[in-house]
């Protein structure tokens, strides 16, 4: 199956950026759609950015202007560069990975933004 790493998450002020990776590993598929949710505490996991192996986006409305995702097939890597980062974007970022075969979903990375 498909194994999926996120890094980059920390700590930052109201108004830093902060990028996002992930990388996969194991049975890839060309073919597939790769996205960042994210989970704050008390509250259900939401959408946050997908892209497909076209290069096709999606965004929720929260975040529209702010977050870019963007992906690198060679690599088999995705990114999130969040900027103009606001305290309601603390959550925990997981990436997320669906082909023909699963979904799959990494371990998570912490993201906090102070006021």
């Known amino acids: 199956q498909v194994q999926l790493v996120e890094s980059g998450g920390g700590l930052v002020q109201a108004g830093g950026s902060l990028r996002l990776s992930c990388v996969a590993s194991?049975?890839?598929?060309?073919?597939?759609?790769m996205g960042w949710y994210r989970q704050a505490p008390g509250k259900q996991r939401e959408l946050v950015a997908t892209?497909?192996?076209?290069?096709?986006?999606n965004y929720a409305d929260s975040v529209k202007g702010r977050f870019a995702i963007s992906r690198d097939n060679a690599k088999h890597m995705v990114y999130l560069q969040m900027n103009s980062l606001k305290p309601e974007d603390t959550a925990i970022y997981y990436c997320?990975?669906?082909?023909?075969?699963?979904?799959?979903w990494g371990q998570g990375t912490q993201v906090t933004v102070s006021s």
């Open positions: 997320n990975r669906k082909d023909g075969t699963g979904d799959y």
């Open positions: 194991g049975r890839i598929s060309i073919i597939n759609v």
């Open positions: 892209i497909t192996w076209g290069g096709s986006t």
